[in-house]
């Protein structure tokens, strides 16, 4: 599987963002795909995520402001960011929990997202 992640860049608080992450190869085998982020000196972080054919996590921080949402028919998934704050800089990165005999990860290359005060 590979993800090409795309959207960042600079927006000032209380601005809005969208990513999007195309998805290629045995997309069918995808479990769970979403995003991830990692803001400096910190871990890397899940900020939303759907498993399967349902649930979707949200990292606490971001519930009411972010919407993930997935085109089958694109194997896309974008990352909908309102209401930025400048906590919410970090590089974002796509990530897809793939079944092939085991489970793997796979991460896209990371997209920076910038947001001014």
């Known amino acids: 599987v590979q993800l090409q992640a795309s959207g960042g860049g600079l927006v000032q608080a209380g601005g809005s963002l969208r990513l999007s992450c195309a998805a290629s190869?045995?997309?069918?085998?995808?479990?769970?795909i979403g995003w991830y982020r990692q803001a400096p000196e910190k871990q890397r972080e899940l900020v939303a995520e759907?498993?399967?054919?349902?649930?979707?996590e949200y990292v606490d921080s971001v519930k009411g402001r972010f919407i993930i949402s997935r085109d089958n028919v694109k194997n896309t998934v974008y990352l909908q960011m309102n209401s930025l704050k400048p906590e919410d800089t970090a590089v974002y990165y796509c990530?897809?929990?793939?079944?092939?005999?085991?489970?793997?990860?796979?991460w896209g290359q990371g997209t920076l997202v910038t947001v001014s005060s």
């Open positions: 990530h897809a929990l793939v079944f092939e005999r085991i489970f793997r990860n796979y």
């Open positions: 190869g045995s997309t069918l085998s995808i479990n769970a």
């Open positions: 759907i498993n399967g054919g349902g649930p979707i």
